[in-house]
């Protein structure tokens, strides 16, 4: 690992602070190889996939997915750094464990120590630090009030890249064998379709069943997709979605679910 | 507030011999005189002077122990000891009186079955009615004493509340989140490191932010030009945190200028749309603020395009339930403020209150 050049990422939404984060890293730590840049969580999940860098900074406040989020997703493939402007709670918890952390404006001598510590680690091939728990902790903490159990994002594969796509984003879940293929709205709203690794049965269980619904024995619709339902002869009805062409049957069992409101 | 509201009570209240007291003893013994004067065979003077001097005794008695020992044991209360004394010096100061009045006489008045019997009768109406008068006169002042403690108490709690309230609007007003302030000042130190000829006119708009949330004690009421000048600073500050996803335009016409606006009221709602509407999504979104004047009323609107109402997020309202409070102390129920989900997404926030100009 000593032969190879150092890799990060860095994930802040404010562009002058990655620039900020940029230039000092390149004071403190010249042969370190900056490869990506991300805007969100998401964006950091699907770099880091994509890039595999050594060491990951993330700004812990990031829309949509936060940085303490996207860590989970990562895990201990990386070394991760957190970067924080002041925010008692979050210093707090970062001061109790053993999670790398820089504080916002970031000062030289501080990031100096923080560097050091990173160089020692890849340079030893140690491998990360077990932080997975500390992360789960402090996601714990940080999320305190959003409803923790249902899941927010999905990590899905799209052809050979990995997105992270937010459970809102999604249309339908269709059941195929073992995986699970979404139909999703991608990059400016454009139907895309992805496969994931887990089985429809086990994610059902992880939506929020207020959104997403079961109207076929292999289908999960998002209610919020749906544009209209018209109902056919025999007990038989059809789901038109905002932005797909598709029609979807719904089974006799499901139909209540559509009864005039 | 004035000292004196608050100031424990004095602990000689009376004096003595206060007139008020004495007004109650002349009463007290013209009463007995006239009872007795019908079955009286002496001196009017006699009659009056033993009760005057009676009287003045127990009130004398009544006044001393009133004050007199400091401390008293817990298990002997200074009304009962006020009493006790009344009662022990009656005899004394009978006694005393008709020893007095029959100072010429060549016998002792005790030796005399007539004035005996008088002596005892005066001991006896006084036993009877100067322990009484004594309790009364306690109560009166206990009564009093409770009365002026709870009105003092009221004044100090209606005080309180007030300063707490004036506090917390002064506190509420002057917010500035320090997670604002460390994240601002990272990216100008980027500017100024990279040499960045904005950083002068961020740092500018920085400033007026921060001199505008800091308390303006003697200006209940800012005119719309100040309030959106506020705005546009923080807008300007925040479109140099996150320029892709920040846009931002402020439409008002030059004559509302002079309009009078809660300070602060604007920028709620401004601050509101960034943090809760273009702060949480990837996108961002546009910030709309819009101020008419129709029917005598100032309309402000501040329309975003982020994320929407979402009813996970803890803490949106803090700050508009706390102008909302504001808006009702100012202005009663003449104010409203509304927030309306708009479509395809995003949050309208509507501010209406009396149209007031100059000097209010």
Known sequence: ?261 | MTANVTSPPSRNPFPIFGWRRLRVLLIACAVLTVLMTPAWQGSYFELVFRWMFIGSICLLIFGVFERWPKRLPRWIARWVLQVIGIVVIIPIAAWLAYVLTTQGNPVPFWHDKQRLAGFGMFTFMSLLIAPWMAVAALIGQINGKAQRQALAFELERSELERKAIDARLRLLQAQVEPHFLFNTLANIRELVDSGSPQASAVLSSLIAYLRAAVPRLHEPATTLRQELELVRAYLDVMHMRIPDRLQFIVHADDSLMTLHCPPMSVLTLVENAVCHGIDPSETGGRVEVRVVEANGRCRIQVVDTGIGLQDTIEGLGTGLSTLRERLQLMFGDAAQLRLISIQPRGVSAELEFPARRGVP
Not at chain 1, 232 to 240: F, L, M, Q, R, V
Request: net charge neutral; glycine share 4%; aromatic share 6%.
């Open chain 1, 1 to 261: 690992m000593s032969a190879r050049i150092p890799t990060a990422m860095i994930a802040d939404d404010e562009p002058l602070l990655r620039r900020a984060l940029r230039r000092m890293l390149g004071q403190v730590w010249p042969e370190l190889e900056i490869v990506a840049d991300a805007r969100n969580g998401r964006e950091a999940v699907e770099q880091f996939e994509a890039l595999r860098p050594d060491v990951c900074f993330l700004d812990v406040q990031m829309p949509g997915l936060s940085g303490v989020e996207a860590a989970r997703f990562i895990g201990h493939r990386a070394q991760l750094v957190f970067v924080t402007a002041f925010d008692r709670y979050a210093v707090e918890a970062f001061a109790q464990g053993l999670l790398d952390y820089l504080v916002k404006p970031v000062e030289v001598e501080r990031s100096a120590e923080t560097v050091a510590r990173l160089r020692e680690r890849l340079r030893a091939s140690q491998g990360t630090i077990d932080t997975e728990a500390l992360v789960e902790q402090l996601a714990e903490r940080m999320l305190k009030g959003s409803a923790p159990s249902t899941l927010r994002w999905i990590r899905a594969s799209v052809g050979s890249v990995v997105r992270m796509i937010s459970v809102d984003e999604i249309d339908i879940l269709r059941s195929d064998e073992k995986y699970t293929r979404i139909a999703w709205r991608g990059d400016a709203g454009k139907p895309a379709d992805a496969l994931i690794r887990t089985p429809l049965r086990e994610l059902m269980a992880q939506l929020d069943p207020a959104h997403f619904i079961l109207v076929h024995r292999a289908v999960v619709v998002n209610q919020r997709a749906i544009s209209h339902v018209i109902r056919g002869g025999n007990e038989t009805a059809t789901i038109h979605l905002r932005s797909r062409d598709e029609v979807l049957p719904v089974m006799r069992n499901y139909l209540h679910l559509f009864k005039q409101m």
